[in-house]
């Protein structure tokens, strides 16, 4: 299973940052392929909700068995 995560930093100010993650259902995704598609879906839209930020890095985590979310 993985899990879609997203950092995004101010434009202004590189170290003014915060992590997004995948609410959408599912959250978790059984293949990395599917979380990576998701990925882009959510790097897509991310500028029309929150202006003056950027997205910086990106990465599908993989959750390990028993983990919580």
């Known amino acids: ?13 590189p170290t003014q940052c915060m992590f997004m ?10 293949t990395l392929k599917a979380c990576e598609t998701r990925l882009a879906e959510m790097k897509a ?14 990465s599908c985590i993989k959750m390990n068995k028993g983990r919580s979310i």
């Not at 299973?1 to 100010?13: G, P, R, S, Y």
């Not at 839209?45 to 990106?58: E, F, R, T």
């Open 45 to 58: 839209v991310i500028p029309a909700y929150v202006s003056g930020w950027k997205v910086s890095s990106w």
């Open 1 to 13: 299973m993985f899990k879609a995560m997203i950092l995004i930093c101010v434009i202004n100010d």
């Open 21 to 30: 993650e995948n609410t959408r259902y599912p959250v978790l995704y059984n």
